[in-house]
């Protein structure tokens, strides 16, 4: 899995990647190998895209949610490298220190703007205290990543869908509504399927959002009420039908011009800091980059860079993280010297308490009774010397309710999921502690960490324990 590693090592390498950049603005940081001109120009339209989206999301001003940074890679090639996922343009990788918004270009450049502003929509509608369905979030970033800017008249217009209805042939590789309103996970579907997916979300979030302006029923507040109880059958929910709905989006799909929104849209004009980004610093964003989607591509940056500085701390820390999920045997040898090195380092006690409780999560016996005490003593530790530790609240949460506290491990898992509620393992773990709690507001979080994770395994565990919850009534 590791042929690769000796590449990272050799001087070409380190020479590509020193001319990345990171473009500093009050609202996020920017870092890629755009030129300095395009890079200007993205930051201003994701301002003006925040401004024009904020009409359709409701954003929450009082969140305390990490630094945003935006990692856009301008070569399509690079970033598939990265990633190992070719049907990838664009994904989040939520962290308690810093959310990653990683974008590529799809085919050409002229892509880049349209999917990162698509994955930016994912990040706003995923701070909201709602459980949206995968057809929604990825018909609603369709709709509005879509938007036609006028920078001279400081205005947009949001929802103009130019595809002609689908006739004949055409109808024939068209999605059900029931197949677009069951999709959990895309991971295995052709980019051909996965395609046709977008393109129909994005029709019928359209017909949700402006179908009453040609004669069609307002579903909206219908729609809005599905979102809060997702456990309801969604044409229950709409009181209609599947036949009676599929002919409504179908008529008003063949309409003709459809309407869409103008707006005034504006973004503050600030003066960026940028700065050249040295080599070592580039390869850890790719390692950030890689770790959810290749860790072995993760694993392969860092132990590169650990060869040339076995005395680092964070990076001994990093890798150990990655190795978590991939080789619990070398994780250990690992972070072994780190152990010596520095006994009392915050990070280097959290992935210590980690390790020890890798396996416990998946047993519900006594015989990892030890290891949470020992783990949960480590963790009061790190928040001892570091009483924000982000990642130390987030597993002492953990700890409670794997040793049968769910009601102090809430308390924990709220913290955690106010800073990254986009993230799919504090949802499950938030979901899970409100289960056991008889909180009706568990299945909300086990659906976002279901239709989130980019695990198989957190996925198979949300789907269970949502089936305990439908099947207790």
Not at 76 to 95: C, I, N, S, W, Y
Not at 336 to 365: E, N, Y
Not at 374 to 385: G, Q, Y
Not at 463 to 472: E, F, G, P, T, V
Request: aromatic share 8%; with cysteine; glycine share 4%.
């Amino acid at each position: 899995m590791l042929l690769f590693i000796g590449t990272f090592v050799h001087a070409p390498i380190y020479a590509k990647e020193a001319h990345w950049q990171l473009h500093h603005s009050p609202s996020f940081d920017l870092v890629s190998d755009l030129p300095q001109h395009q890079a200007e120009d993205l930051i201003q339209q994701v301002k003006l895209f925040d401004s024009l989206a904020r009409n359709y999301i409701n954003v929450d001003a009082t969140s305390t949610s990490p630094p945003l940074t935006l990692l856009v890679f301008a070569r399509r090639k690079q970033f598939v490298e990265l990633v190992d996922k070719r049907h990838f343009a664009a994904f989040t990788a939520p962290g308690l220190a810093t959310t990653l918004l990683v974008i590529g270009p799809s085919t050409n450049t002229a892509s880049l703007l349209t999917n990162t502003l698509h994955e930016y929509t994912h990040f706003l509608l995923r701070t909201q205290p709602l459980s949206y369905p995968i057809w929604y979030e990825e018909g609603l970033a369709t709709v509005l990543s879509h938007s036609d800017f006028d920078k001279a008249r400081a205005s947009a217009r949001v929802g103009r869908l130019t595809r002609p209805a689908p006739q004949g042939r055409h109808l024939a590789g068209r999605l059900t509504l029931e197949k677009i309103f069951q999709t959990r996970d895309m991971t295995q579907w052709s980019g051909r399927r996965m395609s046709q997916f977008y393109r129909q979300s994005a029709e019928l979030v359209h017909f949700f959002m402006f179908g009453h302006r040609r004669n069609q029923p307002d579903y909206r507040q219908r729609l809005q009420t599905y979102f809060e109880n997702r456990h309801t059958d969604i044409f229950d929910s709409l009181q209609t039908t599947n036949k009676t709905l599929t002919r409504q989006w179908q008529r008003y799909l063949k309409a003709g011009k459809l309407p869409y929104d103008t707006l005034n849209v504006a973004a503050d004009d600030t003066t960026l800091r940028s700065v050249a980004l040295p080599a070592m610093k580039v390869l850890i964003w790719h390692a950030r980059a890689a770790e959810i989607l290749n860790p072995a591509k993760a694993v392969a940056i860092y132990d590169s860079l650990l060869m040339h500085q076995p005395d680092n701390i964070q990076l001994r820390v990093d890798l150990t993280r990655v190795l978590l999920e991939v080789d619990m045997q070398r994780a250990a040898k690992v972070l072994t010297p780190a152990l010596t090195q520095a006994p009392d380092h915050a990070a280097v006690l959290v992935q210590q308490a980690a390790l020890m409780t890798r396996q416990c999560t998946m047993w519900t016996d006594l015989r990892c009774a030890d290891e949470w005490q020992r783990a949960s003593l480590l963790l009061r530790r790190a928040l001892k010397i570091d009483p924000n530790r982000q990642d130390a609240i987030l597993h002492l949460g953990i700890t409670e309710l794997y040793t049968g506290n769910p009601g102090r491990a809430v308390n924990y898992l709220r913290i955690a999921h106010q800073r990254v509620p986009w993230s799919p393992k504090v949802n499950f773990h938030l979901g899970e502690c409100l289960r056991l709690l008889g909180s009706r507001q568990a299945s909300m979080h086990l659906q976002q960490a279901r239709d989130w994770a980019y695990s198989d395994t957190l996925r198979v565990l949300a789907k269970a324990a949502l089936a305990q919850i439908d099947n207790s009534g």
